[in-house]
């Protein structure tokens, strides 16, 4: 099963067992971030 999530325009895909990789985890982390200061 492969999850398709869309952050910023940018398809981050994760891995056969559903798990986001640690950087693509830390990756959408400093986007929320960002957003949450932005807003």
């Known amino acids: 099963?492969?999850?398709h999530?869309?952050?910023?325009g940018k398809?981050?895909?994760t891995n056969k067992n559903g798990h986001i990789s640690s950087k693509m985890?830390?990756?959408m982390l400093?986007?929320?971030a960002i957003k949450r200061k932005v807003y």
Do not use: G, S
């Not at 999530?5 to 910023?8: E, L």
């Open 1 to 3: 099963m492969k999850i």
């Open 30 to 32: 400093k986007v929320a």
């Open 25 to 27: 985890l830390f990756y």
């Open 11 to 13: 398809i981050l895909q």
């Open 5 to 8: 999530i869309k952050v910023n």
